[in-house]
């Protein structure tokens, strides 16, 4: 990358925190409130509205509960330099996302890395200039399942590209806003052959479980008997949690591969549909710290290289 292309790339980064930052605003929040309250009244959708409710009086239950930790920035201005490095030039990269039953509208990357593949796995053919169409593989079509799917192909990727040395999974509701390959060695610093963000809210799957009760994610009962084995066995409070809205995988690693495989049947076995509830115990199962793991940052919702959309 030349210097004038590096200084554009970092003005379009500047550019999109700004508008993450008015996103988040006090003022933009609330007016999404009362915007989805006014269109539920309108539609006469009273279960929305109480979802809307329901999921405010959760967020006040947990924010009394579990006081503390406050979404911050996804990097130190001092840490960013510090953060980046370079994978070899040929090593070939799959950026990929998975949209089934028309959850997530999928949007163009506003740049797209010179020879990085994007691929969308999807129910349905979507119509880009950027995103090739791939046919979601048999193996996760039998689960018959949207959620199954999705996350079946988010830890699957050496099936699906078995040709490339690195893949990058992103959620539907992600836009990639600038040069992502800065990123991408993160999964080889670590220790388990992927990267991803920390957890913005929380660091405590205890916590995480309670929080989505309250909010009605996932299984309640599954999640509750879940959680419960998970503390018979030992598995510790305050160990640590991820984000997996960005993954980073180095498909060459074995250790990943394993890692993956395990997540996915954990997952699948404990039928919460809460996959960021599994990959910590996975880990401690293996003896790995959430440390080990490449680092990404600590917000994935103000890193400037992506926007996340609300779902």
Known sequence: MTELEYELMKSLEELNLKYIDLQNSKEMRVGRNVLSIKNAIKKAHL???SLILKKRRGQKIIDAKYPGKKPGDNLRIEDRENNICHIRSDARVAVYTCIVGGYDKLSDPIFANDGYDFFVFSDKKVKSDIWKNREIPQSAQKLKDKTLINRYLKMHPFEVFPEYDYAIY???????ISDISPLICAADKGKTGFAMHQHVLRDCIY?????????GKGNPKKLGEQINRYKQEGFPEKYGMLE????????????CKK???????EFLNSDSKRDQIALPYILWKN???????GYLGNNVYKNPKFQVESH
Do not use: H, P, R
Not at 170 to 176: A, L, M, Q, S
Not at 259 to 265: F, P, T
């Open 287 to 293: 003896k790995y710290q959430i440390s080990d793991v």
């Open 170 to 176: 992103i959620d539907g509701n992600v836009c990639v």
């Open 47 to 49: 279960s929305d509205i």
């Open 244 to 255: 997996a809205t960005v993954i980073i995988f180095n498909l060459k690693s074995q250790e």
């Open 259 to 265: 890692l993956m495989s395990e997540w996915w049947k």
């Open 207 to 215: 916590e995480e479980a309670e929080a989505c009760i309250l909010y």
